[in-house]
Protein backbone atom coordinates (compact mmCIF):
# COMPACT_ATOMS: atom_id res chain seq x y z
CA UNK A 1 0.00 0.00 0.00
CA UNK A 2 1.49 3.42 -0.83
CA UNK A 3 1.85 5.80 1.58
CA UNK A 4 -1.24 8.33 -0.02
CA UNK A 5 -3.64 5.18 0.08
CA UNK A 6 -2.54 4.46 3.45
CA UNK A 7 -3.22 7.48 4.35
CA UNK A 8 -6.96 7.51 2.56
CA UNK A 9 -7.43 4.47 4.02
CA UNK A 10 -7.45 5.49 7.12
CA UNK A 11 -9.31 8.88 6.73
CA UNK A 12 -12.13 6.65 5.49
CA UNK A 13 -12.20 4.15 8.06
CA UNK A 14 -11.81 6.31 10.58
CA UNK A 15 -14.21 9.00 9.34
CA UNK A 16 -16.87 6.41 8.62
CA UNK A 17 -16.31 4.40 11.69
CA UNK A 18 -16.99 7.72 13.64
CA UNK A 19 -20.25 8.75 11.81
CA UNK A 20 -21.31 5.17 12.51
CA UNK A 21 -20.44 6.20 16.48
CA UNK A 22 -22.33 9.25 16.10
CA UNK A 23 -25.45 7.02 14.42
CA UNK A 24 -25.36 4.23 17.42
CA UNK A 25 -25.77 7.06 19.80
CA UNK A 26 -28.85 8.35 18.21
CA UNK A 27 -29.93 4.99 17.83
CA UNK A 28 -29.39 3.76 21.42
CA UNK A 29 -31.21 6.79 22.95
CA UNK A 30 -34.39 5.87 20.61
CA UNK A 31 -33.77 2.26 21.32
CA UNK A 32 -32.76 1.20 24.98
CA UNK A 33 -34.13 -1.85 25.04
CA UNK A 34 -34.08 -4.76 23.11
CA UNK A 35 -35.62 -4.93 19.71
CA UNK A 36 -37.05 -7.92 17.56
CA UNK A 37 -34.27 -10.69 17.98
CA UNK A 38 -32.52 -8.59 20.67
CA UNK A 39 -35.45 -9.87 23.09
CA UNK A 40 -33.77 -13.43 22.61
CA UNK A 41 -29.89 -12.24 22.14
CA UNK A 42 -29.56 -9.99 25.08
CA UNK A 43 -30.44 -11.89 27.79
CA UNK A 44 -28.23 -15.16 26.72
CA UNK A 45 -25.62 -12.69 26.26
CA UNK A 46 -26.27 -11.05 29.84
CA UNK A 47 -26.86 -14.70 30.88
CA UNK A 48 -23.26 -15.59 29.83
CA UNK A 49 -21.93 -12.63 31.32
CA UNK A 50 -23.07 -13.55 34.92
CA UNK A 51 -21.63 -16.63 34.26
CA UNK A 52 -24.53 -19.32 33.72
CA UNK A 53 -23.24 -20.75 30.33
CA UNK A 54 -25.33 -24.21 30.63
CA UNK A 55 -28.81 -21.80 30.80
CA UNK A 56 -29.76 -21.90 26.73
CA UNK A 57 -33.07 -20.20 25.56
CA UNK A 58 -34.75 -22.14 23.06
CA UNK A 59 -36.25 -19.91 20.96
CA UNK A 60 -32.41 -19.17 19.68
CA UNK A 61 -31.76 -21.28 16.88
CA UNK A 62 -27.60 -20.64 16.21
CA UNK A 63 -24.98 -21.05 18.27
CA UNK A 64 -23.77 -19.07 20.80
CA UNK A 65 -20.49 -17.34 18.97
CA UNK A 66 -21.90 -14.01 19.55
CA UNK A 67 -22.40 -14.21 23.53
CA UNK A 68 -18.93 -16.02 23.62
CA UNK A 69 -17.21 -13.19 22.01
CA UNK A 70 -19.26 -10.88 23.86
CA UNK A 71 -18.43 -12.31 27.13
CA UNK A 72 -14.42 -12.10 25.61
CA UNK A 73 -14.90 -8.73 24.93
CA UNK A 74 -16.52 -6.95 27.67
CA UNK A 75 -15.92 -8.78 30.76
CA UNK A 76 -12.24 -7.75 30.05
CA UNK A 77 -12.86 -4.06 29.10
CA UNK A 78 -15.10 -3.85 32.44
CA UNK A 79 -12.26 -4.94 34.48
CA UNK A 80 -9.80 -2.76 32.63
CA UNK A 81 -11.84 0.58 33.18
CA UNK A 82 -13.74 -0.56 36.32
CA UNK A 83 -17.32 -0.70 35.34
CA UNK A 84 -19.72 -2.07 37.59
CA UNK A 85 -23.18 -2.70 37.95
CA UNK A 86 -25.94 -2.62 35.00
CA UNK A 87 -23.70 -1.41 32.36
CA UNK A 88 -21.95 -4.14 32.03
CA UNK A 89 -23.18 -6.45 29.52
CA UNK A 90 -26.23 -3.64 28.70
CA UNK A 91 -28.15 -3.52 25.32
CA UNK A 92 -25.39 -0.59 24.57
CA UNK A 93 -22.83 -2.15 25.96
CA UNK A 94 -23.68 -5.50 23.54
CA UNK A 95 -24.45 -3.37 20.48
CA UNK A 96 -21.28 -1.42 20.87
CA UNK A 97 -19.45 -5.22 19.86
CA UNK A 98 -21.19 -5.24 16.63
CA UNK A 99 -20.28 -1.78 16.17
CA UNK A 100 -16.50 -2.90 16.32
CA UNK A 101 -17.03 -6.01 13.98
CA UNK A 102 -18.09 -3.54 11.34
CA UNK A 103 -15.00 -2.05 11.43
CA UNK A 104 -12.97 -4.75 11.13
CA UNK A 105 -15.36 -5.56 8.04
CA UNK A 106 -14.19 -2.41 6.71
CA UNK A 107 -10.62 -3.54 7.15
CA UNK A 108 -10.96 -6.98 5.71
CA UNK A 109 -12.85 -5.58 2.48
CA UNK A 110 -10.38 -3.45 1.64
CA UNK A 111 -7.64 -6.22 2.09
CA UNK A 112 -9.86 -8.79 0.03
CA UNK A 113 -10.48 -6.01 -2.77
CA UNK A 114 -6.75 -5.55 -2.97
CA UNK A 115 -5.90 -9.13 -2.90
CA UNK A 116 -8.45 -9.93 -5.22
CA UNK A 117 -7.86 -7.81 -7.94
CA UNK A 118 -4.18 -7.11 -7.32
CA UNK A 119 -3.37 -8.25 -10.78
CA UNK A 120 -5.43 -5.06 -11.90
CA UNK A 121 -3.04 -2.65 -12.33
CA UNK A 122 -5.44 0.22 -13.65
CA UNK A 123 -7.25 0.03 -10.49
CA UNK A 124 -6.22 2.72 -8.31
CA UNK A 125 -6.05 3.39 -4.98
CA UNK A 126 -8.87 6.01 -4.75
CA UNK A 127 -10.96 3.06 -6.40
CA UNK A 128 -9.92 0.88 -3.77
CA UNK A 129 -10.87 2.75 -0.97
CA UNK A 130 -14.48 3.87 -2.48
CA UNK A 131 -15.44 0.27 -3.12
CA UNK A 132 -14.53 -0.11 0.74
CA UNK A 133 -16.16 2.55 1.69
CA UNK A 134 -19.34 1.13 -0.18
CA UNK A 135 -19.77 -2.36 0.06
CA UNK A 136 -19.19 -1.45 4.54
CA UNK A 137 -22.37 0.52 3.99
CA UNK A 138 -24.02 -1.80 1.91
CA UNK A 139 -27.75 -1.51 4.07
CA UNK A 140 -28.91 -4.78 4.38
CA UNK A 141 -25.36 -5.15 6.81
CA UNK A 142 -24.99 -1.55 7.61
CA UNK A 143 -28.26 -1.63 9.34
CA UNK A 144 -27.51 -4.43 11.79
CA UNK A 145 -24.53 -2.91 12.81
CA UNK A 146 -26.57 -1.30 15.20
CA UNK A 147 -28.70 -3.63 17.32
CA UNK A 148 -27.57 -6.81 19.20
CA UNK A 149 -27.30 -9.54 15.74
CA UNK A 150 -24.88 -12.14 14.36
CA UNK A 151 -24.67 -10.79 11.58
CA UNK A 152 -21.89 -8.41 11.47
CA UNK A 153 -19.79 -11.47 13.81
CA UNK A 154 -20.68 -13.83 11.03
CA UNK A 155 -19.49 -11.72 8.11
CA UNK A 156 -16.22 -10.59 10.02
CA UNK A 157 -15.34 -14.57 10.45
CA UNK A 158 -15.91 -15.52 7.08
CA UNK A 159 -14.25 -12.77 5.19
CA UNK A 160 -11.14 -13.37 7.19
CA UNK A 161 -11.45 -17.01 6.56
CA UNK A 162 -11.46 -16.36 2.93
CA UNK A 163 -9.14 -13.60 2.91
CA UNK A 164 -6.99 -15.98 4.67
CA UNK A 165 -7.55 -18.65 1.88
CA UNK A 166 -6.64 -16.77 -0.72
CA UNK A 167 -2.99 -16.38 0.92
CA UNK A 168 -2.91 -19.74 1.34
CA UNK A 169 -3.25 -20.02 5.01
CA UNK A 170 -5.83 -22.87 4.81
CA UNK A 171 -5.29 -24.17 8.79
CA UNK A 172 -6.11 -20.31 10.16
CA UNK A 173 -8.91 -20.16 7.26
CA UNK A 174 -10.95 -23.33 8.69
CA UNK A 175 -10.66 -22.22 12.18
CA UNK A 176 -12.07 -18.98 11.38
CA UNK A 177 -14.56 -21.10 9.19
CA UNK A 178 -15.72 -22.53 12.38
CA UNK A 179 -15.64 -19.12 14.50
CA UNK A 180 -18.13 -18.62 11.46
CA UNK A 181 -19.82 -21.59 11.75
CA UNK A 182 -20.44 -20.60 15.40
CA UNK A 183 -22.06 -17.27 14.56
CA UNK A 184 -24.45 -18.98 11.69
CA UNK A 185 -24.54 -22.47 10.94
CA UNK A 186 -25.33 -22.08 7.15
CA UNK A 187 -21.38 -20.60 7.65
CA UNK A 188 -19.99 -23.67 7.11
CA UNK A 189 -20.87 -23.24 3.21
CA UNK A 190 -18.50 -20.53 3.06
CA UNK A 191 -15.98 -22.62 4.60
CA UNK A 192 -16.61 -25.33 1.75
CA UNK A 193 -16.42 -22.44 -0.84
CA UNK A 194 -12.75 -21.46 0.65
CA UNK A 195 -12.15 -25.37 0.14
CA UNK A 196 -14.01 -25.08 -3.12
CA UNK A 197 -11.18 -21.68 -4.14
CA UNK A 198 -8.47 -24.12 -3.69
CA UNK A 199 -10.06 -26.88 -6.17
CA UNK A 200 -11.12 -24.13 -8.65
CA UNK A 201 -7.68 -23.60 -8.74
CA UNK A 202 -6.32 -26.50 -9.44
CA UNK A 203 -8.62 -27.44 -11.90
CA UNK A 204 -8.09 -24.48 -13.99
CA UNK A 205 -4.31 -25.30 -14.03
CA UNK A 206 -5.30 -29.10 -15.30
CA UNK A 207 -7.83 -27.29 -17.93
CA UNK A 208 -5.31 -24.93 -19.07
CA UNK A 209 -2.59 -27.75 -19.41
CA UNK A 210 -5.42 -29.69 -21.14
CA UNK A 211 -6.38 -26.83 -23.60
CA UNK A 212 -2.67 -26.71 -24.57
CA UNK A 213 -2.45 -30.39 -25.94
CA UNK A 214 -5.31 -29.70 -28.16
CA UNK A 215 -4.60 -26.42 -29.41
CA UNK A 216 -6.07 -27.69 -32.92
CA UNK A 217 -9.14 -27.18 -31.20
CA UNK A 218 -10.95 -24.41 -30.27
CA UNK A 219 -11.74 -25.29 -26.34
CA UNK A 220 -12.59 -22.28 -24.33
CA UNK A 221 -13.69 -22.28 -20.60
CA UNK A 222 -15.32 -19.21 -20.61
CA UNK A 223 -17.55 -19.29 -24.10
CA UNK A 224 -20.19 -21.08 -22.31
CA UNK A 225 -21.77 -22.55 -25.31
CA UNK A 226 -23.30 -25.89 -24.85
CA UNK A 227 -20.40 -27.94 -26.89
CA UNK A 228 -17.86 -26.54 -24.44
CA UNK A 229 -19.55 -27.09 -21.26
CA UNK A 230 -20.11 -30.56 -21.86
CA UNK A 231 -16.20 -31.07 -22.82
CA UNK A 232 -15.38 -29.24 -19.34
CA UNK A 233 -18.37 -31.27 -17.45
CA UNK A 234 -16.31 -34.45 -19.16
CA UNK A 235 -12.87 -33.05 -18.01
CA UNK A 236 -14.28 -32.68 -14.69
CA UNK A 237 -15.29 -35.85 -14.37
CA UNK A 238 -12.11 -37.52 -15.51
CA UNK A 239 -9.97 -35.01 -13.31
CA UNK A 240 -12.17 -35.70 -9.95
CA UNK A 241 -12.16 -40.11 -10.62
CA UNK A 242 -8.43 -40.20 -11.09
CA UNK A 243 -7.05 -41.06 -7.28
CA UNK A 244 -3.50 -39.62 -7.66
CA UNK A 245 -5.79 -36.19 -8.29
CA UNK A 246 -7.97 -36.64 -5.36
CA UNK A 247 -5.12 -37.30 -2.96
CA UNK A 248 -3.73 -34.21 -4.05
CA UNK A 249 -6.92 -32.05 -3.72
CA UNK A 250 -7.17 -33.69 0.04
CA UNK A 251 -3.79 -32.94 0.99
CA UNK A 252 -4.47 -29.31 0.10
CA UNK A 253 -8.05 -29.06 1.47
CA UNK A 254 -7.66 -31.33 4.72
CA UNK A 255 -8.42 -28.42 7.35
CA UNK A 256 -11.30 -27.41 5.81
CA UNK A 257 -12.38 -31.70 5.26
CA UNK A 258 -11.76 -31.81 9.35
CA UNK A 259 -13.80 -29.00 9.74
CA UNK A 260 -16.95 -30.12 7.21
CA UNK A 261 -16.28 -33.44 9.39
CA UNK A 262 -16.97 -31.73 12.53
CA UNK A 263 -20.20 -29.77 11.08
CA UNK A 264 -21.64 -33.20 10.45
CA UNK A 265 -20.77 -34.49 13.76
CA UNK A 266 -23.07 -31.65 15.26
CA UNK A 267 -25.78 -32.38 13.28
CA UNK A 268 -25.70 -36.02 13.66
CA UNK A 269 -25.86 -35.29 17.51
CA UNK A 270 -28.23 -32.07 17.04
CA UNK A 271 -30.99 -34.18 15.21
CA UNK A 272 -30.67 -31.25 12.79
CA UNK A 273 -28.71 -27.75 11.58
CA UNK A 274 -30.65 -25.86 13.78
CA UNK A 275 -30.58 -25.17 17.83
CA UNK A 276 -33.41 -24.38 19.47
CA UNK A 277 -36.60 -23.19 17.81
CA UNK A 278 -37.49 -25.33 14.75
CA UNK A 279 -40.40 -25.36 14.48
CA UNK A 280 -39.83 -21.87 12.04
CA UNK A 281 -37.10 -22.66 10.68
CA UNK A 282 -37.64 -26.08 8.36
CA UNK A 283 -35.40 -26.30 5.41
CA UNK A 284 -37.46 -26.70 1.86
CA UNK A 285 -36.54 -26.91 -1.62
CA UNK A 286 -37.53 -22.96 -2.29
CA UNK A 287 -35.73 -22.95 -5.40
CA UNK A 288 -37.65 -19.16 -6.18
CA UNK A 289 -34.97 -18.12 -3.39
CA UNK A 290 -32.80 -17.92 -6.43
CA UNK A 291 -34.62 -15.07 -8.48
CA UNK A 292 -35.22 -13.63 -5.53
CA UNK A 293 -31.69 -12.88 -4.51
CA UNK A 294 -30.68 -12.42 -8.15
CA UNK A 295 -33.68 -9.36 -8.39
CA UNK A 296 -32.03 -8.84 -5.11
CA UNK A 297 -28.54 -8.24 -6.54
CA UNK A 298 -29.65 -6.10 -9.64
CA UNK A 299 -31.40 -3.85 -7.20
CA UNK A 300 -27.97 -3.10 -5.02
CA UNK A 301 -25.99 -3.18 -8.20
CA UNK A 302 -28.09 -1.25 -10.77
CA UNK A 303 -24.92 0.77 -11.55
CA UNK A 304 -23.38 -2.81 -12.88
CA UNK A 305 -26.09 -4.67 -14.23
CA UNK A 306 -28.77 -2.62 -15.04
CA UNK A 307 -27.25 -0.70 -17.92
CA UNK A 308 -27.85 0.32 -21.49
CA UNK A 309 -25.24 -2.06 -22.87
CA UNK A 310 -25.81 -4.90 -20.76
CA UNK A 311 -29.55 -5.09 -22.06
CA UNK A 312 -28.50 -4.71 -25.75
CA UNK A 313 -26.33 -8.07 -25.05
CA UNK A 314 -28.83 -9.69 -23.43
CA UNK A 315 -31.18 -8.61 -26.57
CA UNK A 316 -28.43 -9.99 -28.66
CA UNK A 317 -28.11 -12.97 -26.92
CA UNK A 318 -31.64 -14.07 -26.76
CA UNK A 319 -32.04 -13.46 -30.09
CA UNK A 320 -28.85 -16.13 -30.73
CA UNK A 321 -30.27 -18.80 -28.71
CA UNK A 322 -34.08 -18.54 -28.71
CA UNK A 323 -34.09 -22.52 -27.70
CA UNK A 324 -32.09 -22.37 -24.83
CA UNK A 325 -33.93 -19.57 -23.21
CA UNK A 326 -36.84 -21.29 -24.21
CA UNK A 327 -36.04 -24.12 -21.94
CA UNK A 328 -34.64 -21.93 -19.13
CA UNK A 329 -38.45 -19.81 -18.86
CA UNK A 330 -39.94 -23.52 -18.83
CA UNK A 331 -37.95 -24.58 -16.56
CA UNK A 332 -38.13 -21.49 -14.35
CA UNK A 333 -41.90 -21.16 -14.36
CA UNK A 334 -41.81 -25.38 -13.45
CA UNK A 335 -39.54 -24.14 -10.58
CA UNK A 336 -42.37 -21.19 -9.28
CA UNK A 337 -44.87 -23.43 -9.78
CA UNK A 338 -44.11 -26.30 -7.61
CA UNK A 339 -41.81 -25.07 -5.15
CA UNK A 340 -43.14 -21.54 -3.77
CA UNK A 341 -43.17 -21.12 -0.04
CA UNK A 342 -44.65 -18.27 1.70
CA UNK A 343 -43.13 -18.33 5.34
CA UNK A 344 -46.23 -17.06 8.06
CA UNK A 345 -43.15 -14.49 9.37
CA UNK A 346 -43.28 -12.96 5.58
CA UNK A 347 -47.31 -12.55 5.77
CA UNK A 348 -47.68 -11.80 9.62
CA UNK A 349 -44.33 -9.22 10.26
CA UNK A 350 -45.47 -5.91 8.83
CA UNK A 351 -42.11 -4.54 10.57
CA UNK A 352 -39.86 -5.53 7.99
CA UNK A 353 -39.75 -4.57 3.75
CA UNK A 354 -40.09 -7.84 2.75
CA UNK A 355 -43.67 -7.85 3.80
CA UNK A 356 -44.30 -5.31 1.81
CA UNK A 357 -42.28 -6.15 -0.85
CA UNK A 358 -44.60 -9.49 -1.03
CA UNK A 359 -47.62 -7.62 -0.26
CA UNK A 360 -47.29 -4.88 -3.26
CA UNK A 361 -45.63 -7.06 -6.05
CA UNK A 362 -46.20 -10.82 -4.96
CA UNK A 363 -49.69 -10.84 -3.72
CA UNK A 364 -51.55 -8.12 -6.28
CA UNK A 365 -51.96 -11.29 -8.22
CA UNK A 366 -51.72 -15.01 -8.71
CA UNK A 367 -50.08 -14.73 -11.94
CA UNK A 368 -47.86 -12.35 -10.70
CA UNK A 369 -44.59 -14.41 -9.78
CA UNK A 370 -44.68 -16.24 -13.16
CA UNK A 371 -44.91 -13.05 -14.66
CA UNK A 372 -42.07 -11.70 -13.28
CA UNK A 373 -40.13 -14.59 -14.94
CA UNK A 374 -38.45 -12.72 -18.20
CA UNK A 375 -36.82 -10.25 -15.29
CA UNK A 376 -35.12 -13.43 -13.31
CA UNK A 377 -33.22 -14.47 -16.61
CA UNK A 378 -32.15 -10.97 -17.61
CA UNK A 379 -31.02 -10.83 -13.57
CA UNK A 380 -29.62 -13.95 -13.74
CA UNK A 381 -27.58 -13.42 -17.48
CA UNK A 382 -27.06 -10.27 -15.92
CA UNK A 383 -25.25 -11.23 -12.71
CA UNK A 384 -23.32 -14.40 -14.74
CA UNK A 385 -21.77 -12.13 -17.26
CA UNK A 386 -20.33 -9.93 -14.81
CA UNK A 387 -18.57 -13.06 -13.36
CA UNK A 388 -16.99 -13.65 -17.04
CA UNK A 389 -13.37 -12.79 -15.44
CA UNK A 390 -13.54 -15.50 -12.84
CA UNK A 391 -12.89 -19.31 -14.51
CA UNK A 392 -15.83 -21.52 -15.18
CA UNK A 393 -14.57 -24.41 -12.30
CA UNK A 394 -15.11 -20.62 -9.53
CA UNK A 395 -17.85 -20.13 -11.24
CA UNK A 396 -19.69 -23.51 -10.95
CA UNK A 397 -18.21 -23.74 -7.40
CA UNK A 398 -20.19 -20.42 -6.21
CA UNK A 399 -23.22 -20.95 -7.70
CA UNK A 400 -23.29 -24.72 -5.86
CA UNK A 401 -22.55 -22.77 -3.06
CA UNK A 402 -25.36 -20.07 -3.12
CA UNK A 403 -27.91 -22.38 -3.99
CA UNK A 404 -26.55 -24.37 -0.74
CA UNK A 405 -27.17 -21.30 1.46
CA UNK A 406 -30.39 -19.51 -0.04
CA UNK A 407 -32.20 -22.62 -1.56
CA UNK A 408 -33.27 -24.89 1.62
CA UNK A 409 -34.35 -21.49 3.52
CA UNK A 410 -38.30 -21.17 3.84
CA UNK A 411 -38.55 -17.60 5.00
CA UNK A 412 -37.98 -14.87 2.05
CA UNK A 413 -35.52 -12.51 5.01
CA UNK A 414 -32.79 -10.45 3.05
CA UNK A 415 -30.24 -10.58 5.55
CA UNK A 416 -29.79 -14.64 4.27
CA UNK A 417 -28.25 -12.44 0.70
CA UNK A 418 -25.66 -10.82 2.75
CA UNK A 419 -22.07 -12.96 2.27
CA UNK A 420 -23.58 -14.61 -0.64
CA UNK A 421 -24.03 -10.57 -2.37
CA UNK A 422 -20.70 -9.56 -0.63
CA UNK A 423 -18.78 -12.27 -2.08
CA UNK A 424 -20.13 -11.78 -6.07
CA UNK A 425 -19.74 -7.74 -5.40
CA UNK A 426 -16.12 -8.46 -4.67
CA UNK A 427 -15.19 -10.56 -7.25
CA UNK A 428 -16.76 -9.04 -10.23
CA UNK A 429 -14.67 -6.64 -12.24
CA UNK A 430 -14.13 -2.70 -10.76
CA UNK A 431 -16.23 -0.70 -12.32
CA UNK A 432 -15.72 2.79 -13.92
CA UNK A 433 -15.04 5.74 -10.98
CA UNK A 434 -18.87 7.31 -12.36
CA UNK A 435 -20.56 3.72 -11.42
CA UNK A 436 -18.68 3.74 -7.98
CA UNK A 437 -19.94 6.86 -6.80
CA UNK A 438 -23.32 6.17 -7.97
CA UNK A 439 -23.46 3.31 -6.04
CA UNK A 440 -21.97 4.77 -2.86
CA UNK A 441 -24.75 7.33 -3.30
CA UNK A 442 -27.57 4.99 -3.98
CA UNK A 443 -26.22 3.13 -0.19
CA UNK A 444 -26.70 6.43 1.26
CA UNK A 445 -30.26 7.32 0.57
CA UNK A 446 -31.19 4.02 1.30
CA UNK A 447 -29.68 3.97 4.82
CA UNK A 448 -30.85 7.47 4.92
CA UNK A 449 -34.51 6.25 4.67
CA UNK A 450 -33.99 3.06 6.46
CA UNK A 451 -32.83 4.82 9.42
CA UNK A 452 -35.56 7.75 9.30
CA UNK A 453 -38.30 5.20 9.33
CA UNK A 454 -36.60 3.39 12.15
CA UNK A 455 -36.14 6.26 14.34
CA UNK A 456 -38.87 8.63 13.39
CA UNK A 457 -41.70 6.67 11.68
CA UNK A 458 -42.80 4.02 14.98
CA UNK A 459 -46.68 2.50 15.27
CA UNK A 460 -48.15 0.32 17.50
CA UNK A 461 -49.98 -2.61 17.29
CA UNK A 462 -53.32 -2.86 18.29
CA UNK A 463 -53.35 -5.08 20.91
CA UNK A 464 -49.93 -4.64 22.37
CA UNK A 465 -48.43 -1.12 23.69
CA UNK A 466 -44.69 -1.46 22.50
CA UNK A 467 -43.34 0.98 19.98
CA UNK A 468 -42.96 -0.74 16.93
CA UNK A 469 -39.90 0.59 14.10
CA UNK A 470 -39.71 -0.61 10.93
CA UNK A 471 -36.18 -2.32 9.56
CA UNK A 472 -34.68 -5.03 7.30
Known amino acids: MERAEAHGFSAAMSGAFLLSCLLFAAINRRQRGPYMDEAFHVPQAQAYCHGRFFQWDPMITTLPGLYLVSVGVVKPAAWLFGWTGSV ?16 GNFYLLYLLLFKIHWKNKAVSGFQRILS ?14 FLYYTDPGSVFFTLFAYLMCLYGNHKTSALLGFCGFMFRQTNI ?9 VVAEKLNEAWKTELQKKKDEKISSRKGSFSDLIRILRFLIEYLVSPKNIVTLTALTWPYIILVTVFFGFVFINGGIVVGDRSSHEACLHFPQLFYFLSFTVFFSFPHLLTPTKIRKFLLSLRKHPVQYSLITIISLFLIWKFTYVHKYLLADNRHYTFYVWRKVFQRHKLVKYVLVPVYIFAGWSFADTLKSKSIFWILMYFVCLLAVIVPQKLLEFRYFILPFLIYRL ?7 YRQLLELAFYIVVNAVTFYLFLNRTFRWPNSDEIQRFMW
Open 189 to 197: VWAVFCAGN
Open 88 to 103: VCSAGMLRFINLLFSA
Open 427 to 433: NIPFPSL
Open 132 to 145: TLTLAVFPTLYFFT
